[in-house]
């Protein structure tokens, strides 16, 4: 009798205990500017996803070319009632410095709504951003403010590592003060060795085969660079998850990357 209780009571401790979410590597890409071999190159890095919140480089820059972002502090633009609000910290006025450091997607909703449809698309367009479908989710109309939010608008971690590479070598069609604000914005800290990071997270839902939503399966990006004494090494790194982790998907990427790069015995230390 006791015995059935033990395993019964064990049973239902292993039922009641969460099971940790899987992470899975999809891919870690990184190139240094000019070198012939990559720093890493593991997994699948050319299949397209969604650009979720890295794609808020690519808005920044957008905002700081056509005027519509003048600094790091401005504009202040305040929080109003149905204003996409789940997450806490977005229930406050936001300048771009917050904007980026929070990823608050009101402020970019607003700032692709300032520049309107046609000049939206045709940012797009002029940076070869991924697939550059904009036209948002199926039936919706909702491109300018949703393409990237886990629909329309994908991006391979190739594609990633091609437009940052663009960006900082100054092959985009904006001016070079507007990739210096937008960098600015991207600063991560120094790391070890001294290498300097910029850099953005990004986090939302896959498609399945079906063309739906895998809903509680979340992937995670981060896309940027790093920089010592002349050297540039852009990186990218996707992860996937079989059910939603305790941490968000970004920042689990984002660590994941760091770590590998300026491990002690790291490709970067």
Not at 184 to 205: I, P, S
Request: glycine fraction near 10%; charged fraction near 25%; proline fraction near 6%.
């Amino acid at each position: 009798m006791k015995e059935i209780i033990l395993i019964v009571t064990a049973t239902l401790i292993a039922l009641a205990t969460p099971v940790a979410a899987e992470e899975r590597v999809v891919c870690t890409l990184a190139l240094e500017i000019g070198a012939d071999a990559p720093v890493i190159d593991e997994g699948d890095c050319e299949d397209r996803i969604s650009s979720a919140s890295t794609f808020k480089i690519a808005i920044s820059l957008m905002g700081f070319d056509s005027g519509i972002l003048t600094s790091p502090d401005a504009p202040k633009w305040p929080f109003k009632e149905g204003y996409t609000d789940w997450n806490p910290k977005w229930k406050q006025a936001t300048t771009p410095q917050t904007w980026i450091r929070d990823s608050v997607v009101w402020y970019s909703q607003r700032i692709t709504e300032e520049l309107g449809a046609e000049r939206f698309t045709a940012y797009v367009d002029a940076f070869d951003y991924g697939n550059e479908d904009v036209s948002g989710d199926k039936g919706k109309q909702n491109g300018l403010t949703h393409a990237w939010l886990s629909s329309s608008l994908q991006i391979s971690p190739q594609e990633q590592i091609a437009f940052l590479t663009r960006m900082i070598e100054g092959k985009l069609p904006v001016s070079a003060s507007t990739v210096m604000q937008t960098k600015h914005l991207m600063d991560n800290g120094e790391q070890t060795g001294g290498w300097r990071v910029y850099g953005k997270t990004g986090a939302g839902l896959p498609f399945g085969e079906d063309g739906e939503l895998l809903k509680g399966q979340p992937f995670g990006w981060y896309v940027g660079w790093a920089e010592k004494d002349g050297r540039k090494v852009v990186f990218a790194r996707l992860v996937r998850f079989n059910e939603r982790p305790e941490r968000k998907p970004g920042p689990i990427a984002r660590d994941g990357l760091l770590k590998l790069l300026f491990a002690p015995h790291g490709p970067l230390n």
